[in-house]
């Protein structure tokens, strides 16, 4: 039985991140138990991790922290196929504009705020929004590039580089919708709630070999 971990540290959207697992491991897969929990060792001992994020970054790394969760999250993610949402992917990055944060810092670069110069374009960025997939990727398989997926954010991950950026989206202009390299695949968006094409996305990586 395969066992994927949805990361509990008092922050994120995950009764309805575990669902979306749940419905996926029902629907193709036999042997995949699905457990929302915020036990380091239940982390350390998953064979996948999910690790989202919901609110304001410093919230989100103070919980991270005081949960005693930080050191199976660095482990989790340099050691088993990992996937971040939202905060979750912010959260890699080695700085945030909110609150002036230090993140988990396992990607170079910022997390910034949205500054539109259009007063049609408001803050939080909120709804349905293309996704160009930039870099093939397992986890792109059978999700068909331009395909719209559902953000809810007022900050956005500037990489360093773009080596390990998979998928951008334009709003107040261009920015990285998705992140992967080796084992860990993260993105901007909410897959929970882009409905076909996010579930696709969160089954691909339940069959997902990282090599």
């Not at 103070?62 to 912010?90: D, I, N, T, W």
């Not at 956005?156 to 334009?170: Q, S």
Request: glycine content about 8%; aromatic content about 12%.
């Amino acid at each position: 039985m395969q066992k994927i971990v949805v990361v509990d540290y008092g922050m994120g959207n995950l009764r309805s991140v575990a669902k979306a697992f749940e419905f996926v491991a029902r629907e193709y897969f036999a042997d995949v138990d699905v457990i929302v929990s915020g036990s380091p060792q239940q982390v350390a001992d998953a064979d996948r991790v999910v690790f989202p994020g919901q609110g304001a970054m410093p919230d989100c790394m103070r919980y991270l922290r005081e949960s005693g969760l930080e050191g199976a999250v660095r482990h989790a993610a340099a050691s088993k196929p990992f996937f971040g949402v939202c905060v979750g992917m912010q959260m890699l990055f080695d700085r945030s504009e909110e609150g002036d944060t230090p993140g988990l810092g396992l990607f170079a670069g910022t997390v910034r705020l949205f500054r539109p110069t259009s007063t049609s374009q408001k803050v939080p960025h909120m709804g349905w929004n293309t996704v160009t997939q930039t870099r093939a990727h397992p986890l792109w398989q059978d999700i068909a590039d331009e395909e719209r997926f559902y953000f809810v954010h007022s900050y956005f991950c500037e990489p360093a580089d773009d080596i390990n950026t998979v998928a951008k989206t334009d709003y107040a202009g261009l920015f990285t919708a998705a992140i992967a390299r080796d084992n860990i695949f993260a993105t901007q968006f909410h897959p929970e709630k882009s409905h076909r094409a996010g579930l696709t996305l969160y089954k691909n990586f339940l069959s997902w070999t990282p090599t």
